[in-house]
């Protein structure tokens, strides 16, 4: 099944918005000039640090991927690093509020 990943490139538009500084990096992997397999991860660093505040991902092998959603590492709640260190089949919306939440936290405590 080929999915077009649409919400890894509104979550970018998202962070545009609000100058939300990231990291986009396409991870695809193209054989004999052709596209295999998409692959794109988004990188937030906490506020004026190197620390990363957030990585999210989308593409072949992500949890979510067959229904264009993102999987994250970083900004879960205490309940969900119980349960993995990363969370899947998130929306662009979702993950852009805890970037939000979490982003502006930082900022707050320097």
Do not use: W
């Not at 919400?7 to 295999?36: G, Q, T």
């Amino acid at each position: 099944m080929k999915v077009n990943y649409k919400e890894i490139f509104k979550l970018k538009v998202m962070l545009d918005n609000k100058n939300i500084p990231y990291e986009f990096l396409d991870r695809s992997i193209v054989m004999n000039n052709m596209l295999k397999y998409p692959f794109y991860q988004i990188i937030v660093y906490k506020p004026n640090q190197e620390k990363k505040l957030i990585s999210v991902v989308q593409g072949y092998g992500t949890y979510g991927e067959n229904q264009d959603l993102l999987e994250i590492q970083g900004c879960l709640t205490e309940k969900e690093l119980n349960y993995d260190s990363v969370l899947g089949s998130l929306t662009a919306k979702e993950v852009f509020k805890r970037i939000k939440k979490h982003y502006y936290e930082k900022l707050e405590e320097k």
